[in-house]
């Protein structure tokens, strides 16, 4: 059972703007930044977002996050075939003074 | 370019120990934390502790703490995983990953180290 919550599986169509979301609590994502990480197949985690809505340099601006109160957001726009994989939240946590991360959720591009 | 190169997929039997390492470069060692993530197979990912190679303060999840040892050369720009007695249930991918402040974003990170153990 993760401490972030996220639904386990997301689809969209090609171009469409899908939204996953991520749930936790005040120790967690109310009080601290929130990092989202894409897990291509067979390859380790990237950081994707970082500090709720910040994009590393390389990340196309279709990736967005948002943060209100215990939740956040990842939105991709303008879907493409090679968004098909996992994404994961994180952050830090004040109670268990360590990271948690979200169960993860598989994009399905159909 | 920023790299973190981990070692080599490894295959042991229970109760055997295991070291295994996370080699830096492109940037200055010691001003990054490193981080230890696990991943069960097909599961997601949980957080297992950081070192600051700087000093070697060390800080473990209470999940993993008093099963692995963390440890760091900053002479080598290696940080380092220990296990003194695998069980079969640490059969997982292990991944080391940087941060530049202590609960920053873990912005690069290595390509992984498997490790099963099996009888």
């Known amino acids: 059972q993760s401490v972030l919550t996220q639904p386990p599986s997301a689809s969209g169509t090609p171009g469409q703007r899908v939204t996953i979301s991520c749930s936790g609590s005040?120790?967690?994502?109310?009080?601290?930044?929130v990092d989202w990480y894409q897990q291509l197949p067979g390859t380790a985690p990237k950081l994707l977002i970082y500090?709720?809505?910040q994009r590393p340099s390389g990340v196309p601006d279709r990736f967005s996050g948002s943060k209100s109160g215990t939740s956040a957001s990842l939105a991709i726009s303008g879907l493409r075939s090679e968004d098909e994989t996992d994404y994961y939240c994180?952050?830090?946590?004040?109670?268990?003074?360590?990271?948690?991360f979200g169960g993860g959720t598989k994009l399905t591009v159909l | 370019e920023v790299q973190l190169v981990q070692s080599g997929a490894e295959v042991k039997k229970p109760g055997e120990s295991l070291r295994i390492s996370c080699k830096g470069s492109?940037?200055?060692?010691?001003?990054?934390?490193i981080t230890w993530v696990r991943q069960m197979p097909g599961k997601g990912l949980e957080w297992m502790g950081r070192?600051?190679?700087?000093?070697?303060?060390?800080q473990y999840s209470l999940s993993f703490q008093g099963h692995v040892t963390l440890s760091a050369d900053k002479s080598t720009n290696t940080a380092y995983m220990e296990w003194h007695s695998l069980k079969a249930s640490d059969t997982a991918m292990y991944y080391c990953?940087?941060?530049?402040?202590?609960?920053?974003?873990?912005?690069?990170w290595g390509q992984g180290t498997v490790v099963t153990v099996s009888s």
């Open positions: 990953a940087r941060h530049y402040g202590a609960t920053s974003e873990l912005d690069h």
């Open positions: 070192i600051d190679p700087s000093d070697s303060w060390i």
């Open positions: 500090n709720n809505n």
């Open positions: 005040s120790s967690n994502i109310r009080n601290n930044a």
């Open positions: 994180a952050a830090w946590d004040d109670s268990v003074n360590g990271w948690v």
């Open positions: 492109g940037y200055s060692f010691s001003t990054y934390w």
